[in-house]
């Protein structure tokens, strides 16, 4: 009995495939479709040659263009599938109208939606597991809908609760969440790297401005996108003000110090007292580079690799040294001695003139007289004459600029290249009575 009810509908199928084969409209609508599939790709083609802002960039060249191209390059791409289903749609009704079907307009409409879809995926999805997940379940999940099959599907997964207390939860919900929340989040990285890329491209803007902007972004995308979940999930808003607003007078207390460095990170961005690559020492003496900043803590790296991260607050709160914030020029010494019997004032000159040959040590008759190396007397000690040098340079002299070591050895070989001695601590005893103690 089985097997005739399955041979009766393959009979009826193959009957209904032979007459509708049969009819002239199945292959005037199959030639429509095939025009319409090469009059949309050259007018796409046309459109993107007059317009040169959609049009796609080789692969080695879209590192190098402003976010804003690469993306207009990117959704040129989506040119051609878009004009193809706008087409199509209007000829299944057309079809429908005329030939009493259109299955063959509508097959070619879900097509070119997957071909979207598909377009969407590849060239704006560049995480391999998020991309596998579109790929997988979103394009699957896209051809139910087209075929009207979602439905049935939903609601299969609605009946399927699992109650916990008052909580229902559903396999179709859980799944909601699940995918809806992964796009959103998904989304919401998207956004936030690529408006923060805009925005520091931007060379009209200072830096503290593009940071300032930079970080309101990620504030903003970060709080629709929870938004957007909570609606996802169901979760009532009105409601969730009341809550809100008794857990805010909680939240006040308990992360106060997390609100005080927030406040002190946009502070710091606005006042301009700090930048990357300052050079900072902080008031218990530790010292680094700034190599960060965020709206929580500010990063420096020590010259020993070691990264110090500061809480904004403590720049609001206490004092420090930022040793290049307005001019990169400093000023150092290094300290040696000479024998007492030396010619001071000759080895001055020789001092001085050695200190200038070092590169990174402004110098030269262009350079105002105070900013010269200048050689003096410090102090008369022990043993000899106590010296120091003192110049300029561009930045800190430690790290990759260390300079005072080098000095120290085209110090030491100038002197004993002049002749000049260095002193070094010497012990005279007298026996004022030879014959003490025989």
Aim: hydrophobic letters at 45%; charged letters at 20%.
């Amino acid at each position: 009995m089985d097997f005739q009810k399955y041979n009766q509908i393959l009979t009826d199928v193959s009957d209904q495939t032979v007459s509708v084969l049969m009819e002239p409209g199945t292959y005037i609508q199959l030639a429509l479709v095939v025009l319409l599939f090469g009059l949309t790709y050259f007018v796409a083609n046309r459109i993107r040659r007059f317009v040169p802002l959609l049009a796609s960039l080789p692969p080695e060249h879209q590192a190098d263009q402003d976010p804003v191209r690469r993306v207009a390059g990117k959704l040129g791409n989506l040119i051609f599938p878009l004009l193809t289903v706008l087409v199509l749609s209007l000829t299944a009704e057309i079809s429908d109208q005329m030939f009493g079907q259109a299955w063959i307009s509508n097959t070619a409409l879900i097509l070119s939606m997957l071909l979207v879809y598909k377009t969407l995926i590849q060239d704006f999805v560049k995480n391999e597991f998020v991309a596998f997940v579109f790929r997988w379940v979103g394009l699957p999940l896209l051809f139910l809908h087209m075929v009207e099959l979602l439905g049935p599907i939903i609601e299969i997964l609605e009946s399927m609760r699992v109650t916990i207390g008052n909580i229902e939860i559903s396999a179709y919900g859980f799944l909601r969440v699940a995918l809806f929340g992964s796009v959103l989040f998904w989304l919401g990285r998207v956004s936030n790297s690529t408006g923060q890329e805009i925005i520091r491209r931007q060379d009209k803007l200072d830096f503290r401005t593009k940071e300032v902007a930079a970080k309101m972004l990620q504030v903003a995308i970060i709080f629709v996108v929870f938004l957007l979940l909570l609606q996802v999930m169901g979760i009532n808003l009105t409601a969730l003000a009341v809550f809100g607003g008794a857990v805010g007078v909680g939240l006040g207390f308990g992360l106060q110090a997390i609100a005080s460095n927030f406040i002190s990170g946009i502070i710091i961005l606005l006042d301009r007292s700090i930048s990357v690559n300052d050079f900072i020492e902080l008031e218990d003496g530790r010292t680094g580079i700034v190599r960060e900043l965020t709206l929580r803590s500010t990063t420096l790296e020590t010259f020993d690799g070691k990264d110090i991260i500061v809480p904004n607050e403590k720049f609001m709160t206490e004092s420090f040294s930022n040793w290049t914030h307005k001019n990169k020029k400093q000023r150092y010494r290094v300290d040696f001695s000479v024998a007492y019997d030396t010619d001071i004032r000759k080895l001055v000159e020789i001092i001085k003139a050695t200190v200038a040959e070092h590169p990174q040590v402004i110098s030269g008759d262009d350079v105002p007289f105070e900013e010269r190396p200048d050689c003096e007397i410090d102090s008369f000690g022990d043993s000899g004459v106590n010296m120091f040098v003192e110049f300029w340079m561009q930045g800190i002299d430690d790290g990759k600029n260390r300079v005072g070591g080098d000095l120290l050895l085209m110090i030491f070989e100038a002197m004993r290249e002049h002749g000049f001695e260095i002193p070094f601590p010497q012990r005279e005893v007298r026996i004022l009575n030879e014959n003490y103690g025989k």
